[in-house]
C-alpha cells in the first residue's frame, strides 16, 4: 500500500537520515539505509542524503548475525534529523511486550516534530510501542504480523503488502522489504529518475509488482508453464490500449475464471488494480521526464481522458497532473 502524500523536499544541504541500532538489530535490515540513500545521492551526481547511525548510549549493540558494532554517533543526533529510520530488533522483551524500555523512549523523544519516521521489518514494533502506530495503517515482517495485531489492537496491521506509506510515518515488511521502502522514499523525494539509478546501483527492481502474500508460506501449487508473467509483460507494452479481462485471458492462453486466480497469486493484486498502478506509473515517469501534453499523456498511460488521469493520479498521490509535473521538474 502507498499512500505517497508527501511532495519533494526542499532544503538547504543535503536530508539527514538517522539510523537508530538497538540492541538484537538484524544486520541486514540496518545496513539498508545507509546503501540505498548513499546510491540516490551517487544516481543525482550531488548529496541528496547524509545518513548516519547511532545507539541509544553511544555504546556497541550486538547484532543477530554474530557480531556487535560501533556506530559513530550518539543518541544527541536523533534531534537534528529529517527522518528516523528504526531497524529490526528481533528478541527482547519488545517483541512480547507493548511496553517500550524507557531508555529508547526518551532518546525518541527528542526527534524534531516533524520528522520523517520509518521502520523496517520488526522496527514497527518500536514505533507502535512508541504511539506513532496508533490508529495508522502499518506492516511487518508477514511471520509476525499477528504478534504486532495482538500486542498493539490500535494499529491497523496490514500484512500482504511491502511497505505502507502513512504520511509522516512509513514502515515496511522484512528484511529486503526495507529496500522497497526507501526506494519508495527517494522517488517521493527526488523523482522516478533518481530512483530508478539508485535501484539500478544497488542492483535491485526499481518496484516489486505484488506484496509479501507472495512470500508467505503456503503449500506450494503444482508449477505450470501457464503463468501470466508474459501477459504481463505484454500489458506494459500495450498500456495505450483496452486491455479487459477477456482480452488478457487469451493472450495468456487460459479462462478468465483461471488468469484471474493466478494473476492474483503471482502478483498479489488483481488485473485491474495491477494495470491501473502500471497505468499510473507510466503516467508518472511521463509527467516527470518528458513536455508532452497532459492530454497526450492521458492517452498513452491508457487512460483515455484528463479527466480520468486526473482522478486516478489524484487518488495514488494527493495530487493533479500539472501540480505533480511541476512538483518533479522544477528541481536544480
Given at each position: ?163 505502507v506509506d502513512d504520511g509522516r510515518v512509513l514502515t515496511s515488511a522484512g528484511a529486503a522489504a526495507g529496500i522497497d521502502l526507501c526506494l519508495h522514499i527517494v522517488r517521493t523525494d527526488h523523482g522516478a529518475e533518481v530512483a ?137
Amino acid at each position: 500500500m502507498c499512500k505517497n502524500r508527501a511532495m519533494p523536499m526542499e532544503k538547504a544541504g543535503p536530508h539527514r537520515v538517522v539510523v537508530l541500532a538497538l540492541d538484537g538489530v538484524v544486520a541486514f535490515d540496518l545496513s539498508i539505509p545507509s546503501r540505498v540513500f548513499t546510491s540516490a545521492s551517487l544516481a543525482a551526481g550531488r548529496p541528496l542524503y547524509e545518513t548516519l547511525t547511532c545507539t541509544v548510549d553511544g555504546g556497541p549493540v550486538r547484532t543477530t548475525a554474530g557480531f556487535s558494532l560501533l556506530p559513530d554517533h550518539g543518541p544527541e543526533i536523533i534531534a537534528t534529523a529529517d527522518t528516523l529510520v528504526i531497524p529490526g530488533p528481533y528478541e527482547g522483551p519488545l517483541m512480547e511486550s507493548a511496553v517500550l524500555d524507557p531508555r529508547v523512549a526518551a532518546v525518541l523523544a527528542t526527534a524534531p516534530k516533524d520528522v520523517r519516521w520509518v521502520s523496517i521489518c520488526t522496527g514497527a514494533f518500536v514505533l507502535a510501542a512508541a504511539g506513532m502506530l496508533d490508529g495508522r495503517e502499518a506492516t511487518t515482517h508477514w511471520c509476525h504480523a499477528d504478534e504486532l495485531a495482538k500486542l498493539h489492537p490500535t494499529v491497523r496491521v496490514t500484512p500482504a503488502v511491502l511497505f505502507v506509506d502513512d504520511g509522516r510515518v512509513l514502515t515496511s515488511a522484512g528484511a529486503a522489504a526495507g529496500i522497497d521502502l526507501c526506494l519508495h522514499i527517494v522517488r517521493t523525494d527526488h523523482g522516478a529518475e533518481v530512483a530508478n539509478h539508485a535501484a539500478r546501483r544497488v542492483v535491485v527492481p526499481a518496484w516489486r509488482d505484488g506484496g509479501q502474500r507472495q512470500f508467505i508460506e503456503r503449500p506450494v501449487p503444482e508449477v505450470t508453464d501457464a503463468g501470466t508473467s508474459a501477459t504481463r509483460q505484454w500489458m506494459v507494452e500495450h498500456l495505450d490500449q483496452p486491455l479487459d479481462l477477456r482480452r488478457l485471458a487469451a493472450h495468456a492462453r487460459m479462462s478468465v475464471r483461471t488468469f484471474t486466480r493466478r494473476f492474483r497469486e503471482e502478483t498479489g493484486l488483481s488485473p485491474g488494480q495491477w494495470l491501473l498502478r502500471e497505468r499510473v506509473e507510466r503516467a508518472r515517469h511521463l509527467l516527470e521526464s518528458t513536455d508532452l501534453s497532459v492530454e497526450r499523456i492521458a492517452r498513452d498511460a491508457g487512460f483515455g481522458t484528463t479527466a480520468s488521469l486526473r482522478q486516478h493520479l489524484n487518488a495514488a498521490v494527493g495530487v493533479a497532473p500539472l501540480a505533480y509535473r511541476r512538483s518533479f521538474t522544477c528541481r536544480s
